[in-house]
């Protein structure tokens, strides 16, 4: 084979990921979404993956590897995948977020999950390796496939209205590679006031 291919997808938080081969790390580094490492002319032999979590619990991750590379099964991501809001566009009411996309054809989906305000910091976190098929449809807000040419353009918006005062909105995005697996996006949580 001409390449070996390793990815790694830590769920929750943090983790230090090292890979091995012949007692000679390959690859060392610490990550916290999805992680890909490509071995050029990978010798015959046992390739060691070693894990450790940074929170005092249990870690859990998926791992992808492969010399056929044509067979990646995730789908590509901006630098950048916050997801963003617009606060000169945002109401009582309403409310319009934006995230990137890329120029491969892919379907972004947007969940809505609305609370109580908490009286605690508002704390986020995903499950970076949970499909959208664990959400509830009723927080379902849009699905789309989309691709752009150009880099500067692609900004995916959506215009959220009838939003409820003196709500905590956490708005998630999920992009799926057309055939394969899903990723997400960094959630963004946003506090409707009951009075503007």
Known sequence: ADKLLISILPCHGEMDIKVSHNGVVLANATVDSLY???ILSPSEGLYYIYMATKQYRSAFFQIFATTRTSTYPYPKLPKDTRVKVFKNRKSCRSATIAWLGTNRMQQYCLYAKEEKPATAVHFIETN????????????????????FKKRRRAVITERLTRLRPNRQYTFEVYVTKLGGQTLSYKPVSIFIPRRC
């Not at 970076?128 to 691709?147: E, G, N």
């Open 36 to 38: 890909s490492t490509v």
């Open 128 to 147: 970076q390796c949970a499909a959208p098929s664990h959400r509830k449809s009723s927080h379902k807000i849009s699905c789309r496939k989309v691709h």
